[in-house]
């Protein structure tokens, strides 16, 4: 029986997923995207969980970026990436209206960049390096980061990554917003999880209306987006 890719474990109101390819740097392959699906499926739907974190084994890094040895082989890369998306695993990160802490550690490329821009909080260790190489490599990163990256770091800063294939140490990566907070690698997975449990505490029809509000109103004209505001408030509080 294979090893399972992706460790999941619940715990006061909030789901650990662990990325579990510690021998390849957690490199995203097709039993990781599926077993990451699920996971996220299972932290959805259980009302028990308030809080999701999520973060990668093993002492080199939270994610290496996907599996070339599956994702980009023949027949083509049109048809690597389309075997990629046959599971929205994105499309799931982003309807889940429970607080995402993304906890990074070693290298942090490509789609473990994307991943972690799909959270609403990022804390990363003190040696992390980030990187987006795929067009360095011959490909469009096309598993969401030329649309979640500009809206974290900004246009400028995202074309950079990506098309000079910059790398970008944990410091400078909070200086532009990649992540909140950078801490020492021993005290990475102690800080992300007191946060956790810290919001898990909370009202959780609260954190989801706001986490809403936020993520449904970026695209919307103001005017619209203060009605959406009122309206999720409304339900929050009233459950209306």
Known sequence: MAEP??????????????LNRPGVINAYNIQMRDELFESLAAAKDDSDVRVLVLSGSG?????AGADLTEFGTAPSLAVARRVRWERDVWGLFLSIRKPMIAAVHGFVIGSGVEMAC??????????AVFSM????????????GTQTLPRVVGVGAALELMLINRRVTASEAKDMGLVHRVVAGGDLMDTANLLARELASRNPSVLSAAKSAVVDGLDLHLEDGLRLEERLTIQAYFGA
């Open 133 to 144: 190489p795929e067009v360095a490599l011959g490909m469009v990163p096309a598993a969401g």
């Open 118 to 127: 799909l959270c609403d909080v990022r804390i990363a260790s003190d040696d």
């Open 5 to 18: 890719t992706v460790l999941y474990t619940k715990e006061r109101h909030v789901a650990n997923l662990v």
């Open 59 to 63: 002492e080199r890094g939270f994610c």
